[in-house]
């Protein structure tokens, strides 16, 4: 009863905001995505990122161990969310990034803060921060059939991680007047992500729901398998353990719909893998968040 309860006060504030954001929607109240994601992804998101990381208290060690087993579960599925489309006769451009990619901002951040703290927050930021990298370079080269790194270069949380981690590394902090400024503008980030998403999903026009469905399950277990065999790999302590599957696990985010109608390719197919991931999240994250604690 203790654990299903700690459970519910983690992941209840999720899903009630983004809630929020679904019922403003159907009440007929404007809200412009566009321009809070913009907010969100060039101010707020990126102030949250570097003050998590200048602040933190963890050994640079143990997040760089992170740092590692991100990227290498990444790789593992790419490679392996490649086999499936390929096998499964899916078109790359339109299955392939959605696979890979979950909402390891608008709902990833928010759980690791809610179950684990500011620790927990410094570690999430590190595997969003990859996924982005990733996201902004082969994500958009994947979908458009070209993409560069100076886009990844030209994001700001880009650089809010490089200069997080640089702050961390050199034990620099900033002045406090300017720190209590960022963590102001940093705390917009996770209320905002989470109500756009309910935003999001509420107008959505999803395609083809019974493959979505399935595909959805099948990316779930996929990426709890990996993310849960490489951080016993490379040895992570329980927090970060737990932050490394939490974060790979989340459902394909919306940003993967946005891209897909930007560049052409099947988007309602891609609204459907997001309705059905997102609300599948809300049985099987908190069964994965009981495992982890």
């Not at 299903?4 to 929020?20: C, M, S, Y």
């Not at 009440?27 to 995505?33: M, N, T």
């Not at 886009?151 to 900033?174: C, D, H, N, S, Y």
């Amino acid at each position: 009863m203790n654990l299903a309860l700690t459970v519910l006060e983690i992941v209840a504030p999720v899903f009630l905001l983004a809630g929020i954001g679904l019922v403003w929607v159907k009440a007929g109240f404007e809200y412009r995505v566009q321009f809070v994601t913009r907010l969100a992804m060039t101010l707020s998101v990126p102030c949250l990122i570097f003050t998590a990381l200048m602040q933190t208290q963890i050994d640079p060690k143990a997040l760089a161990a992170l740092a590692y087993a991100a990227v290498a579960a990444y790789a593992v599925l790419t490679v392996a969310a490649f086999a499936l489309v390929r096998l499964a006769r899916l078109e790359t451009r339109t299955y392939l990034a959605p696979l890979i990619f979950g909402n390891t901002g608008n709902i990833g951040l928010p759980l690791a803060l809610f179950a684990f703290g500011e620790t927990g927050l410094s570690y999430a930021v590190v595997v969003f921060a990859i996924m982005a990298l990733w996201s902004f370079t082969f994500g958009i080269w994947v979908v458009a059939g070209g993409g560069s790194v100076t886009r990844a270069l030209k994001e700001p949380m880009v650089w809010a991680t490089l200069l997080g981690g640089i702050f961390l590394w050199q034990g620099w902090q900033t002045p406090r007047w300017l720190t209590n400024t960022l963590e102001l503008t940093g705390q917009m980030a996770i209320p905002l992500m989470l109500i756009t998403l309910g935003v999001a999903v509420a107008r959505l026009h999803p395609g083809q729901m019974s493959r979505a469905v399935a595909l959805s399950v099948v990316k779930m277990v996929l990426c709890v398998a990996v993310a849960w065999g490489l951080g016993r790999v490379f040895a992570l302590d329980e927090v970060a353990f737990a932050v490394l599957v939490l974060q790979v696990a989340t459902p394909v985010a919306v940003t993967s719909f946005m891209l897909a109608e930007k560049y052409g390719a099947d988007s309602e197919a891609v609204a459907g893998l997001v309705v059905a991931s997102t609300l599948a999240s809300v049985i099987y994250l908190p069964l994965i968040l009981a495992a982890v604690l």
